[in-house]
């Protein structure tokens, strides 16, 4: 049961850095966005880069442990 409580809290974790993520939304630097005439596309690439930072910081401290 103690390895289902870490899940939790890097599932806890990571949810609250994607929030934090689409919160900040267009200012984390690397995100592209592309507004034509009728459309807009967002390239969160900045973001997905952050996310993987962080999952992979996260990861790694809890399997030190």
């Known amino acids: 049961m103690p390895q289902f409580g870490k ?14 993520l689409v919160w900040a939304g267009d200012k984390i ?9 009728n459309t807009t596309v967002f390239f969160p690439l900045g973001a997905c880069l952050l996310v993987s930072v962080v999952g992979s910081l996260l990861l790694w401290l809890m399997q030190r442990r």
């Open 7 to 20: 899940l939790l809290v890097v599932a806890g974790l990571m949810l609250v850095a994607l929030g934090l």
């Open 29 to 37: 630097p690397g995100n592209l966005t592309w507004r034509g005439k």
